[in-house]
């Protein structure tokens, strides 16, 4: 028997949501078209770990840098608060600390037999992803 994780120094973490419906999109980029708009903001909890190094990787599509870093969130609190991360949510604030990063991918982790997977590491950069498909 498993007991559920737990997080490590959590903090307070205010996402904004990319609001696709009311946001002006060019289908062909995938890409908003002039200013996005975001949702009012939601604060939940998170283990935050940044990368020392930001370093440019190689990739077959070109040059593609890392993250920033990540936050790992617990699932059963994003879907308490009924929340889904997705691609292009803003990181408006971590802790006391306004920032202006962007989520730009995530993967499930923590897995459980019990459970299934217990964790969401969501990956950030501090530039806007352009693709939003």
């Keep these: 028997m498993h007991q559920y994780p737990h997080l490590l120094h959590p903090v307070p973490v205010e996402l904004r949501k990319l609001n696709r419906t009311a946001t002006k999109w060019d289908d062909k980029a995938r890409e908003p078209v002039g200013h996005t708009i975001r949702d009012a903001a939601v604060t939940l909890q998170a283990q935050v770990q940044y990368n020392r190094i930001e370093e ?78």
């Design 56 to 133: 440019p990787i190689p990739d077959f599509l070109g040059v593609r840098h890392d993250s920033k870093g990540y936050l790992l969130f617990l699932w059963r609190d994003l879907e308490a608060a009924g929340v889904t991360v997705e691609r292009g949510d803003k990181v408006a604030k971590i802790g006391n600390r306004v920032v202006d990063y962007y989520v730009s991918h995530f993967e499930d982790a923590g897995h459980y037999q019990e459970f299934g997977a217990t964790l969401l590491k969501a990956y950030f950069v501090d530039r806007d992803p352009g693709e939003q498909g």
